[in-house]
């Protein structure tokens, strides 16, 4: 099994494209992917080069029509940005050609497969920024639905969703990679696709309530206090309530965010269940929210190889996860 590579993450430190620009780059530009321009494409921004010299040059003015040559020279400069007001732009621009990439015959899997994961974790970045915003009801279908569509329309597509994981990542990507670990996982017990839609995005939510909780509590770094950790255990009752608030209605996206730190024998929380008292998308979202943090490098920890990590679920965990499950999981790690 190969190891999952150090990833760097810092609990709701955001750092991501949006924030990780060359020093030359002001805070007030984004970087944006040419390849979800496409010929024919009216663009409702202006698009921007950083010369290193004039720091940001004008590239493309708002309203362009983009045909073959425009095309050639966006495919040609590495490193395109617009303004930081026209980031929701941008992001409509995201969830409308999303499914493009997808249907895309051009397109290898692997160049799908990092469009799909690049783009949708600034979806999800945005999303988790801003978690009580209504539309994040439809940004969460929007975001699970390209990746559910390529898990389903081709097998080799696990397989690359897992690989691309292992690059480094921040915090806004945790739900991201627990909702597609949870795709794949789902897929491998043969969920049919409605259960799989409604399996992602509880995945993707799954830690909605982190954004009620105190930030020295969250970013702190070492062993938390009792108190702390009592107040850390309410967010799954709360992203449960967030989500509620958001008129999410459906009982199995609903359970997967409240119950996923649910444990077999009964000692998880917020209610104490046990065995068959927690249902199969706690189940699954436990095991893949695990996973994702013990391979995962903070400030406070290393991350483990995923070998290590796998140890440690079925030798100090197996009272708390279901163990069939887990064994699954291995086994589409492996494939």
Request: with cysteine.
């Amino acid at each position: 099994m190969d190891d999952v590579k150090r990833k760097k993450i810092l609990q709701r430190v955001v750092k991501s494209n949006y924030t990780d620009l060359p020093s030359s780059v002001p805070y007030s530009y984004v970087p944006i992917d040419h390849r979800l321009i496409h010929v024919g494409d009216k663009i409702e921004f202006n698009i921007f080069i950083n010369d290193y010299l004039t720091h940001m040059s004008l590239f493309l003015q708002s309203d362009t029509v983009v045909d073959d040559d425009i095309k050639r020279s966006l495919n040609e400069v590495e490193k395109l940005y617009i303004e930081r007001g026209d980031k929701d732009k941008y992001e409509s621009l995201i969830e409308e050609k999303l499914q493009y990439v997808v249907e895309n015959s051009s397109l290898s899997l692997e160049e799908k497969v990092d469009i799909i994961y690049s783009s949708t974790s600034e979806l999800t970045n945005s999303l988790y920024q801003n978690p009580n915003a209504l539309e994040n009801v439809q940004r969460s279908k929007n975001i699970v639905e390209p990746i559910l569509q390529s898990i389903i329309y081709d097998e080799n597509a696990i397989k690359s969703f897992i690989k691309i994981i292992e690059y480094d990542y921040y915090t806004h990507t945790h739900s991201l990679n627990v909702s597609i670990y949870s795709l794949c996982l789902g897929s491998e017990l043969g969920l049919e696709k409605k259960k799989l839609n409604a399996l992602g995005r509880a995945a993707l939510l799954h830690d909605l309530g982190k954004s009620s909780i105190d930030l020295s509590i969250l970013n702190k770094m070492g062993r938390l206090s009792e108190f702390e950790f009592d107040e850390m255990k309410r967010h799954p009752s709360l992203g449960y309530e967030i989500a509620l608030n958001l008129g999410i209605k459906d009982r199995n996206i609903l359970d997967g965010i409240r119950h996923h730190h649910e444990k077999l024998d009964g000692m998880g929380y917020p209610d104490g269940l046990s065995g068959d008292e927690i249902t199969i998308f706690p189940r699954i979202i436990g095991i893949c929210d695990v996973f994702d943090a013990l391979t995962t490098q903070r400030s406070y920890k290393q991350a483990l190889r995923s070998y290590d990590a796998i140890f440690l679920m079925k030798t100090h965990m197996h009272t708390h996860l279901d163990m069939k499950i887990v064994d699954r999981f291995i086994k589409m790690l492996h494939e």
